[in-house]
């Protein structure tokens, strides 16, 4: 019962730390803006927000699910979970990096080029949804898709050490903390989504930009606390 009270704390902590990375919210308001421009309505942006946040839970839930029968059906999960390991605490490192001087030097930031292809591709979206209305909420889905493979830089080390620890043990025993954890990784898009809708999408921008140094902070600490941890249990 302790293993399992540990393994939920870690598991709600870490997806924590991962659902205000900065990267994640700053591509989400740019996009519901985006939406609120292009579907003209507030539903219709509900809407979309909705479908892009559910796309998202499912690429990340795939991605993992992926991860962990991998690295066990290949017989490496120790290590991959020192790999894990190592790049949390890096990771971590590089985030503390940014809360005293964000931005400068190395930082964790979505793939090269991935800004300009998403403000490419919401633009053919907004000229689809002149012609096809429906079918451009399908192009939404598939940018979420895309969102989340060139953001993985920026957010994907909290949750590849999850997926490290998970490997280590019994596949049936780990999803449903693989459920938890990208359930609460979408848990702000929710929050966003709604403060936009009643129009609240500037003062989203304006909390982010004043506090993502802060967030920088948090997410640097429990990656270091989690990456020493899986050390520790290793020794």
Not at 57 to 81: A, N
Request: positive net charge.
């Amino acid at each position: 019962m302790e293993a399992e009270t540990l393994t939920l704390g870690i598991i709600v902590g870490a997806a924590l730390a991962d659902s205000i990375n900065p990267c994640v919210f700053g591509v989400l308001i740019f996009l519901i803006a985006f939406m609120t421009k292009v579907f003209k309505t507030r539903n219709r942006m509900l809407l979309g927000g909705l479908f892009y946040t559910a796309v998202v839970y499912l690429t990340y839930l795939v991605l993992g699910l992926g991860v962990i029968k991998l690295t066990v059906g290949l017989g490496v999960s120790t290590g991959v979970y020192w790999v894990a390991a190592i790049i949390a605490i890096l990771a971590g490192l590089f985030e503390l990096k940014d809360f005293f001087a964000y931005g400068k030097g190395f930082t964790l930031q979505m793939l090269p080029g991935g800004a300009s292809r998403i403000k490419m591709y919401t633009q053919k979206i907004e000229t689809l949804y002149e012609k096809h209305p429906r079918l451009s909420f399908l192009f939404v889905g598939l940018l979420g898709i895309f969102v989340v493979l060139v953001e993985l830089p920026c957010t994907g080390a909290p949750y590849f050490a999850v997926l490290a620890l998970l490997a280590e043990g019994n596949f049936a025993s780990g999803l449903p903390y693989l459920l938890l954890y990208n359930f609460i990784f979408i848990i702000p898009l929710f929050f966003i989504i709604g403060i936009s809708y009643f129009g609240g999408g500037d003062k989203v921008g304006e909390w982010r930009n004043k506090h993502k140094g802060g967030m920088r902070l948090g997410i640097g600490i429990v990656l270091i606390a989690l990456g020493v941890y899986m050390i520790v249990t290793l020794l």
